[in-house]
């Protein structure tokens, strides 16, 4: 490759061609602000914070403008100050400012900038905005009275997730993200998946906040108060009290929620354990009868709607399974009720999950009402806090039992191609009477969108595929309907590296997740945890184990089918009400 | 049987223009342009039809059609009034024009009266800021304006 020889402030790199002024300062360790940029989601050049002096008449926007050879860019004088101040100020002109109350107070990219700028005052009197909040939807809520315009959520939305429930919309001082016809996001294509949110540098898309109603369960005295912690919520929130990313903080996260007045901790992962059981034979027994093949995961609520609203024609393809979240509740209501002799009416299901779209689940009416209220793992992190407990020196501690025993199976969920390869340890266990060979899933593993695999199981080759992102579930999908590929079992998971990336976990600036993998890195968290779990296949859980003996019989019953198994509806394809 | 046959006449042209444009990158302007002189405005329901026909978002469409003033949501009246709201004409209160004009008619930008006589639309800048402040009706050009001179020239439709 060419490389080209740039000067940045007097500093020389060398950098390949079509690198960025933006990528060839930071190898010269040279700091340029940005507020629109998130690499490889929003390199669009629209805010002009990263505003350089690249020797020609008029500045240029580092992030788009492409390095040539010799090259001189200057990225600080007070011109170039001047500048970017006063571009902020008229940004800061119009948006609301009521940081105190923000839900982004103090992780916000802009209160960051303004602060990194130097800006003390705002000469600027804007018109306040004066727009409507949406917070109709069970998932999402959205105020454009804080939006900045920067498009990283329309871009996530339209070019990663190919949903496009978002847009901009109207023109000049009007222009506006929203939906078709300025409806709400719950009356349109939006499948909750929350991607938007994690991206927004600061507070004009948020979570539906359900913490009160779980401090109000707990309060009740009358309430037997349950709460489960999916996988991915342990490999993420230490974010939220410092610690680095990717550090799996399950024994403090369990500690702090038990000071926080539940009656029971448990363990989303035995749920998933379950899961494995139920999916797996429902593969095994589409394989034999001749059943509708490929079997497609149903974990991901996010993207069950996506299938729902885009891809009808799979919806028997779909497990009928119900996802760990829902299982979890269906399980406590019912078998854990009889057996601790509570009345199932009195029992309150809170689930933590990385997930946005875990909201929209568990009020489908599909669902009955086994979890009482979802909350993310950001919420989870603001109870502790409101709590007063502090994290980092709290006391390690235990899932209560017996919903607290789960196998590696279960944690590795978080992860894309981790249900994959949940099942197959079990499905090849069930076939062949061994384990699998560890190093027969690896290509399964790995942070990429679209992964396969061929196994020989029981003289059988059984092609997989893991993709996580909906637009590579679109790209699957529709190579599976041109007869392009021929799979047996495919993984979906809406969000890009799953659930450790799922719109529910903690929020990343900009600032680090242009330099780190953030997917990467809290997989890792979860991998480490199956290393070094007793069990590592859900087929040897015991409590699974007992469960199977004293109530539902075998995986795929009639009662397990009663219990653990939904349905799913066809949906618009555009908007909910014509 | 004709696959067209329960399509109304403005359906089938809609279908030829994507049929014409089936294969064209970028297409999705000059279809909304054929699309509506067909239909005279863009409804949301033509909107959904474009957005599937080019396999786009309808958030997609809908943030186009909004962005240009060329592009209507509403029926256009049968004389359409645009009044300049460019730099020019906005100094020289293209405004005042805009206010009198909404409350000879009884409407806001972007309507129709009632009896669908007129429409009334702003736009950016037609051209001749040398007789700002200016509006147009359909292809008629009304230049240095004054509020008192907007009943008179509703008058001649």
């Not at chain 1, 580092?62 to 050879?69: F, K, T």
């Not at chain 1, 709460?227 to 410092?242: K, L, M, N, Y």
């Not at chain 1, 899933?441 to 790995?446: E, F, N, V, W, Y």
């Not at chain 1, 979906?492 to 990467?520: E, F, H, L, T, Y």
Request: with cysteine.
């Amino acid at each position: 490759m060419n490389l080209l020889n740039v000067t940045i402030d007097g500093i020389k790199v060398q950098v390949p061609e079509g690198t960025s002024v933006l990528d060839a300062a930071k190898l010269a360790n040279v700091d340029i602000p940005t507020l629109c940029y998130l690499k490889d989601i929003n390199e669009i050049g629209a805010c002009r914070m990263c505003l350089v002096d690249v020797g020609g008449r008029a500045l240029q926007a580092a992030c788009v403008y492409p390095c040539s050879e010799g090259l001189k860019v200057i990225t600080n004088s007070p011109k170039i100050r001047d500048i970017r101040k006063a571009t902020l100020e008229l940004i800061l002109s119009h948006h609301d400012r009521s940081c105190l109350t923000c839900i982004r107070n103090q992780n916000c990219e802009l209160q960051a900038l303004a602060d990194k700028l130097n800006v003390r005052d705002i000469p600027f009197d804007g018109a306040p905005k004066g727009l409507p909040i949406d917070n109709i939807s069970k998932s999402i809520v959205r105020d454009n009275n804080k939006c900045v315009l920067c498009r990283r959520c329309t871009s996530i939305c339209n070019n990663i997730q190919t949903v496009g429930a978002i847009n901009v919309m109207e023109r000049g001082y009007e222009t506006v993200v929203s939906t078709t016809d300025h409806r709400s996001i719950a009356d349109v294509n939006c499948v909750n998946c929350g991607q938007c949110i994690n991206v927004c540098p600061v507070g004009a898309i948020y979570e539906k906040d359900n913490t009160q109603a779980v401090w109000d369960a707990i309060k009740d005295p009358d309430k037997y108060v349950v709460i489960q912690t999916a996988p991915s919520v342990r490999a993420g929130i230490g974010e939220e009290f410092g610690y680095p990313i990717g550090t799996p903080v399950t024994g403090k996260m369990v500690g702090a929620i038990k000071k926080m007045g539940f009656d029971k901790v448990f363990d989303t992962d035995t749920a998933a354990d379950l899961t494995i059981m139920e999916e797996g034979t429902e593969l095994l027994t589409r394989i034999k009868t001749g059943g509708k093949l490929p079997l497609i995961t149903s974990c991901s609520p996010g993207w069950i709607k996506f299938c729902e609203h885009e891809f009808p024609e799979f919806l028997d393809n779909l497990s009928t399974c119900k996802s760990p979240q829902q299982m979890f509740g269906a399980l406590i209501k019912s078998y854990y009720a009889e057996k601790n002799n509570i009345d199932p009416s009195k029992i309150f299901v809170v689930a933590v999950m990385p997930c946005t779209a875990k909201k929209f689940e568990s009020d489908r009416e599909e669902m009955f009402n086994d979890v009482d209220v979802s909350i993310t793992s950001r919420e989870l992190a603001r109870m502790i806090r409101e709590a007063g407990i502090d994290f980092r020196s709290v006391e390690e501690a235990q899932f209560d039992n017996p919903l607290g025993e789960a196998t590696g199976a279960g944690v590795i969920f978080g992860a894309t191609g981790g249900v994959m390869e949940a099942a197959l340890r079990t499905v090849y266990y069930i076939l062949e009477g061994k384990r699998i060979n560890e190093e027969a899933l690896m290509p399964i593993r790995g942070t990429e969108g679209i992964k396969e695999a061929t196994l020989k199981v029981a003289g059988m080759d059984v092609n997989v595929c893991a993709a996580s992102g909906l637009g590579n579930a679109r790209k699957v999908l529709n190579m599976v309907k041109n007869g392009e590929k021929n799979y047996h079992f495919i993984e979906i998971m809406a969000c890009p590296g799953g659930c450790v990336n799922g719109g529910g976990q903690p929020i990343v600036p900009a600032s680090i997740r242009n330099k780190i993998d953030i997917r990467a890195e809290r997989a890792k968290a979860l991998y480490s945890e199956d290393k070094r779990a007793t069990y590592r296949n859900s087929d040897e859980n015991p409590f699974i184990q007992k469960f199977y003996k004293e109530y539902a019989g075998e995986p795929g019953s009639h009662k397990a089918h009663e219990l653990l198994h939904t349905h799913y509806q066809k949906r618009e394809k555009h908007l909910k009400n014509k | 049987m004709c696959q067209n046959c329960n399509l109304d006449e403005n359906q089938k042209k809609l279908q030829e223009v994507f049929d014409k444009y089936k294969d064209t990158q970028g297409a999705l302007i000059p279809v909304l342009h054929e699309a509506q002189e067909i239909y005279g405005y863009l409804p949301l329901s033509v909107q959904e039809a474009v957005a599937d026909a080019l396999e786009i978002p309808l958030s997609e469409v809908y943030g186009v059609v909004t962005f240009y003033t060329h592009f209507s949501l509403y029926p256009k009246g049968k004389y359409k009034i645009q009044i300049c709201l460019g730099t020019a004409c906005y100094v020289k209160g293209a405004n005042n024009i805009l206010e009198e004009l909404k409350k000879q008619l009884g409407i806001d930008v972007g309507q129709s009266t009632k009896d669908g006589k007129f429409s009334l639309d702003a736009c950016r800048c037609v051209g001749a800021c040398g007789i700002a402040p200016v509006m147009m009706i359909n292809d008629d050009v009304y230049g240095s304006l004054a509020v008192s001179d907007v009943a008179d020239i509703l008058k001649k439709y």
